[in-house]
T-cell receptor, first 117, second 115 residues
Framework: DAGVTQSPTHLIKTRGQQVTLRCSPK?????VSWYQQALGQGPQFIFQYYEEEERQRGNFPDRFSGHQFPNYSSELNVNALLLGDSALYLC????????????????FGNGTRLTVT | DAKTTQPNSMESNEEEPVHLPCNHS???????IHWYRQLPSQGPEYVIHGLTSNVNNRMASLAIAEDRKSSTLILHRATLRDAAVYYC????????????????FGKGTKLTVNP
C-alpha cells in the first residue's frame, strides 16, 4: 500500500522564480494538506484541499497557491520565490469518510526540500 | 499558535521506558490530544490520540490527566528507532469544515535514545 508520495525530493531555485511541487495521497484518501517546515521548527499549515477546493488556509501570502485534481492528487505552487521560502514542504493526506474526517490521522510524505538561492 | 508546551529535549536509554510530557492548560472540552513524531529526514508520523481516557496502541500509550490540562506519551521500551521529534497537538474536530482539521505544530520534544 503506497503511502503519500511527493516529487521532487529536492529542488534548487533562484529568487524570483516559480516552483511547482506535487503530491499523491495515500490510496483511499481524499483530503490533501500542505505544510512548510523551516529548519529546526515544527511544520506550519499552508492550506488544505478537499473536493478540489481550498477549504482552509494558514497565514501564507497569495504567492502560495494550490490545486487538487479529480484523482485527489495535488500541487503546490509558489510564485516570486524569496530566500525565506527555503524549507521542507510536506504533503499530508487523510480520509473524510467513516468518521467524517474527525480526528482522522494525517499521513505525511517525506517532503520536498526547496532551496532558494 | 501552538496551544501545548513540551520540553525541548529528553534523553533515554535503549530498552527503558520513556515518558514524554505535554502541558495544555487551555484545552477546551472538545479538543482531542494527538501525538505525532518525526524521524530524521522523514515526514511526521501519527502515533496516538485520545480525549479523556488513557489509550494504548502498538506504538505507545497515552496517559491523560483527570483535568485534561496535561498528558504523557509513554514508550514502554525505547529503541534506537524511537529517536525523533515528538509533537503534542490539540485538535478540535468541531472546527472541521469538510476534509479534516489542520494540525498546529509547536517545536516538539527531541528524544535522544542512547544505546
Amino acid at each position: 500500500d503506497a503511502g503519500v508520495t511527493q516529487s521532487p525530493t529536492h529542488l534548487i531555485k533562484t529568487r524570483g522564480q516559480q516552483v511547482t511541487l506535487r503530491c499523491s495521497p495515500k490510496s483511499g484518501h481524499d483530503t490533501v494538506s500542505w505544510y512548510q517546515q523551516a529548519l529546526g521548527q515544527g511544520p506550519q499549515f499552508i492550506f488544505q484541499y478537499y473536493e478540489e477546493e481550498e477549504r482552509q488556509r494558514g497565514n501564507f501570502p497569495d504567492r502560495f497557491s494550490g490545486h487538487q485534481f479529480p484523482n485527489y492528487s495535488s500541487e503546490l505552487n509558489v510564485n516570486a520565490l524569496l530566500l525565506g521560502d527555503s524549507a521542507l514542504y510536506l504533503c499530508a493526506s487523510s480520509s473524510s469518510i467513516g468518521t467524517g474526517g474527525l480526528n482522522s490521522p494525517l499521513h505525511f510524505g517525506n517532503g520536498t526540500r526547496l532551496t532558494v538561492t | 499558535d501552538a496551544k501545548t508546551t513540551q520540553p525541548n529535549s529528553m534523553e533515554s536509554n535503549e530498552e527503558e521506558p520513556v515518558h514524554l510530557p505535554c502541558n495544555h492548560s487551555t484545552i477546551s472540552g472538545t479538543d482531542y490530544i494527538h501525538w505525532y513524531r518525526q524521524l530524521p529526514s522523514q515526514g511526521p508520523e501519527y502515533v496516538i490520540h485520545g480525549l479523556t481516557s488513557n489509550v494504548n496502541n502498538r506504538m505507545a500509550s497515552l496517559a491523560i490527566a483527570e483535568d485534561r490540562k496535561s498528558s504523557t506519551l509513554i514508550l514502554h521500551r525505547a529503541t534506537l528507532r524511537d529517536a525523533a521529534v515528538y509533537y503534542c497537538i490539540l485538535r478540535d474536530p468541531l472546527l472541521t469544515q469538510g476534509g479534516s482539521e489542520k494540525l498546529v505544530f509547536g517545536k516538539g520534544t527531541k528524544l535522544t535514545v542512547n544505546p
